[in-house]
């Protein structure tokens, strides 16, 4: 079975009126799930490269789901700075199936780090290996183990790892 992101959110413990920026945004899966977790005192940032996809989200968010606490904000990750958000203004940033395919991983990870406040969290989920045409290529699978010395080496710590799927992985990182 695939990922589930609102299993991967509940186990997440996102608190009513948090404000959560979501890395590599997408179709918009994990961003509503977040969104519907932190209320309306809350604000989730979907944050993506891909206009056409954060603008998609957003009209479904208001028009479908009739949730308000959804920001769209096109960035490139892989530059500190990328997002424009505030420095420690976000109190956890989710990052599902984004890694594999950034080049400069150490930037999109002190983008993270900068955002957050002290002790805010990360939800990291990616795919395990690749699985034959789904999935990364086998030469672009981010293992979990690189992935948590990458976070570590930039100032996080393994808080626990979570049940992501059979084709994930996913850790709970806190700054």
Known sequence: MFSDPQKNIEQFGLG?????ADFGAGSGFYTFSAA???G???????V???????VRLKSEAVNVRHLNNIEIIWADLEHVG??????KSMDAVIVANTFFQLENKDS??????RILKQNGRVL?????????GIGPQPQNVFYEELAKKLFEKNGFKVERDISAGA?????????
């Open 16 to 20: 009513k009126g948090n404000f959560v």
């Open 48 to 54: 993506d490269v891909q206009k056409d996809l954060l």
């Open 36 to 38: 519907e977790a932190v």
């Open 108 to 113: 999109a990870c002190l983008e993270v780090k």
């Open 167 to 175: 084709q994930h992985y996913g850790i709970i990182f806190r700054k």
């Open 82 to 87: 990328g997002t424009k958000l505030r420095e």
């Open 40 to 46: 309306v005192s809350g604000k989730v940032y979907a």
């Open 124 to 132: 990291f989920v990616d795919w395990s290996s690749s699985f034959g």
